[in-house]
């Protein structure tokens, strides 16, 4: 059988990937109220690791933590209510961590000021199965993936989400990807990486469409680093606007495979793709 070409490839993945968002055959879950209070929400986390129940927060609330939230081990589903849940003080730790095993669908909520300082991911960390629905991740920082870090094995589903002026010290400012990320209708800007990827950081496959992916800066790749053995397929998405000390200022290609269907790589400095490893088809400048 001939080998699969990369739109062929990005196509049948994108298309599997909204059918699979948009089915479920599970029976509706309970739904549990969560007062205003971070304690509330820490024991509504620990019940809905065995129940399965849906968390509903208090529409409009600030969950302000002074200690992490428990880990996510089981199938949660947390509707946010374009709530906040923030670290306010205290020592670094992450917002949310989904562990292996567990499975986290995330929806209307802000996730902001997560600190993963010495680790992967400041704002969420997902070793398991984590889907993000019309929220920000904003404004967290760690050593790699200040937004976002998605572990080897793991999957991550982002659908119209911002993530958003988050800091990594090393890679990966607002997204580091060492499993699956899929990111739909989402937007990646402001962030910013000491090194390389400003936006996001891939190792693992990672899959654009209909997102954006600008105003980020780093030490090199201001928009996209994909690292050896990874696989980015962008697809109607949009790369314009990052910063770079070292070119390229986009995309850059280390030893993977980098896709562009119907997208555009453009207004990015000091270069576009040039200056990558590896050439990039289709991306010029």
Not at 19 to 29: D, F, I, N, Q, Y
Not at 145 to 157: E, L, Q, S
Not at 203 to 225: H, K, M, P, W, Y
Request: proline fraction near 4%; glycine fraction near 14%.
């Amino acid at each position: 059988m001939p080998a699969c070409k990369p739109a062929a490839r990005l196509a049948q993945a994108l298309c599997l990937g909204i059918v699979c968002l948009g089915v479920s055959s599970s029976p509706a879950a309970a739904q549990t109220a969560v007062p205003c209070n971070a304690g509330a929400l820490a024991a509504a986390i620990t019940a809905a690791n065995s129940t399965g129940d849906t968390l509903v927060l208090a529409s409009g609330c600030t969950y302000a933590l002074s200690t992490p939230l428990p880990h996510i081990t089981g199938r949660v589903v947390i509707d946010g209510s374009r709530s906040t849940i923030t670290r306010s003080s205290g020592p670094a730790f992450q917002v949310l961590v989904v562990d292996a095993g567990g499975n986290l669908n995330l929806r209307q909520a802000f996730i902001t000021n997560g600190d993963g300082t010495g680790t992967f991911g400041g704002g969420i960390a997902n070793s398991g199965i984590l889907t993000v629905r019309e929220s920000v991740i904003s404004n967290s920082h760690a050593d790699f993936a200040g937004g976002i870090g998605t572990n080897t094995g793991a999957t991550t589903t982002l659908v119209n989400t911002q993530v958003v002026d988050n800091q990594a010290t090393q890679n990966g400012g607002g997204l580091t990807n060492d499993g699956s990320l899929t990111l739909i209708r989402t937007q990646v800007t402001g962030n910013t990486a000491g090194l390389q990827g400003g936006g996001i950081g891939n190792t693992g496959t990672l899959r654009l469409q209909d997102s954006e992916i600008n105003s980020n800066q780093a030490n090199t790749a201001g928009g996209i680093v994909n690292f050896s053995g990874g696989a980015t397929d962008l697809f109607q998405s949009h790369v314009n606007a990052n910063t770079s000390v070292n070119a390229p200022g986009g995309i850059s290609d280390a030893a993977g495979s980098v896709a562009l269907v119907a997208s555009d790589v453009s207004g990015n400095f000091p270069t576009n793709c040039a200056g990558s490893p590896l050439s990039i088809a289709d991306c010029t400048g």
